[in-house]
C-alpha cells in the first residue's frame, strides 16, 4: 500500500509600504510607527485578491471532494499550515474565508500543521536546541490554531521547509512527532527516496520529504507548455504517482497553486477536482495525513543536515540563499536579531509584534538579486520595483523600531529613579534621617 500526503502551504506577509513612501522621523510610540511602516491598505487588496481566486474556490473543492468520499473506506485527506499572522489577516479583512477554514477543521479529514507564528527565520537564532524566540512562535501558533481552529498540531513545518539536524532537535524537543523537509537528492544517497519515512541521528522525530518533482509538476509545471508531459491531466498525474515505489509520495505546495499561481483558466480546478477520483482508483493508494502517515509505517533510514548545509524548498539551491544570499539581506537579518534585544527588553506587546511582523521572510525574499530563472520567480512574488526598495524600507522600520524601544526603556529607567527616590522621601518623613557613622 502507498499513501498520497497532501500538504498545503497557506501564507500573506504583512507587507510593508516602499522605502521612499515610509516616513518614520515623527513616530514616537508603536501604533504610529505602525502606521508609518505597513501597507495595510496593499494588505488588504491582495487578501481579497488571492481569497476570490485561491482560498475560496479551492476550500470549496475540497470540502466537497471530502464529503464525496466521506461514507468511503479510502478517503480523501489533505493537511495545512498556517501561520498566526495569516490568520490575523483573516480576522481583520475577511472572515467568512477564515470560517471555511474552519469547516475544514471540522470535517475530520483534514490536519493543520504548526510553524512559526510570523513565518520566519527565527530557528537560525540560538545556540543548539536553545532557541527562544522560535520555541516562542510555535508556541504561539500552536495557541492560536487551537483557539481557531479547535486542534491540536501534532507535526510542524518550519518556514519556507528549513531543515537541519539542530532544528529538528528543536522541534523534537517542544513535542512534536515529525517534521517536514525538502528531499533533495545530496541527503539521499544509495537506494534511498523521498518516499519513505527517515529520522535525525540520535532522535525519534519522523521526517516526511517532499517529493519535489511530482509536487512541482503539479505546482510549477502544470501549465507550461514547454514541459514534455503537457497537458498534466489528473489522469496522467494519478499514474506517475501510483507508479512511485515507497510507502508515502509527499505532495508539498504553497495553497496558492490554486487560481494564483495557475489560474482558474488553467483548468487547474478541474484538475483538483478530478485528481481525488484518479489516484484513489488505484487499489494500492490512498490518501493520509502527516500524522496517520507517521504511525502507519517505520522509519527506513537516517538522514543528517548539518548547519552550514541547511535546506529549504526555495529555488535551484534549495537552501538558504533566497533570503540570506546578499549582503543586504544578511544585513537585515543581523540588524533584526540586534534590534531584536532591545525590544524585548522594553517588554511592550505592541513593539514586540511589530518586531516580528518584519521577520516574516518574504521581506528578505524581496531583497533577493538572483538572476535567470530563480530572479524571475523573485521578481514575479515581490510588490517592489527592486530589491533595494524593500530593503530602504526594512532598513528605515528597524531604525526608527530601536530609537523608540531604547526611549521607552529609557523613560523606564527613569520612572524606576524617580519612584525611588520618592519611596525615599516617604521614609525620610516618616522616620527621619539615617543617623550618621
Known sequence: MSSVCFYFQVHQPRRLKVGHNINTRDCKTPEELERAIFDDKKNREVLKKVSEKCYYPANQTMLEQIDLYKGQKKKFKISYSLPGLFIESMERFDKNVLETFVQLARTGCVEFLNETYYHSLSAFWGRNTERSEFTEQAKLNHEKIKEILGVEPKVFRNTELLYNDRIAETVEKMGYIGMLAEGIEWILDGWRSPEHIYRPPNSNLAILLRHYSLSDDMSYRFSARWFEHWPVTAEKYSSWVAACQGETINLFMDYETFGEHQWQD?????????????????????????????????????????????????DMERDTSAWLGNNMQRLVFSELERVGRVVRQTKDPHLLDIWRSLQTSDHLYYCCTKYWADGDVHKYFSPYDTPQQSFEGLIKAL??????????????????????????????KRYGEAPRV
Open 266 to 314: 488553467t483548468g487547474i480546478f478541474h484538475f483538483l477536482r478530478q485528481l481525488p477520483y484518479e489516484i484513489l482508483k488505484w487499489d494500492h493508494v490512498e490518501f493520509l495525513t502527516p500524522s496517520e502517515t507517521i504511525r502507519k509505517y517505520p522509519v527506513r533510514g537516517t538522514i543528517s543536515v548539518n548547519e552550514f548545509s541547511t535546506i529549504s524548498w526555495a
Open 399 to 428: 531604525a526608527q523600531l530601536e530609537v523608540i524601544a531604547r526611549n521607552m526603556l529609557s523613560e523606564s529607567s527613569q520612572s524606576a529613579q524617580e519612584e525611588k527616590i520618592t519611596e525615599k522621601e516617604k521614609h525620610t
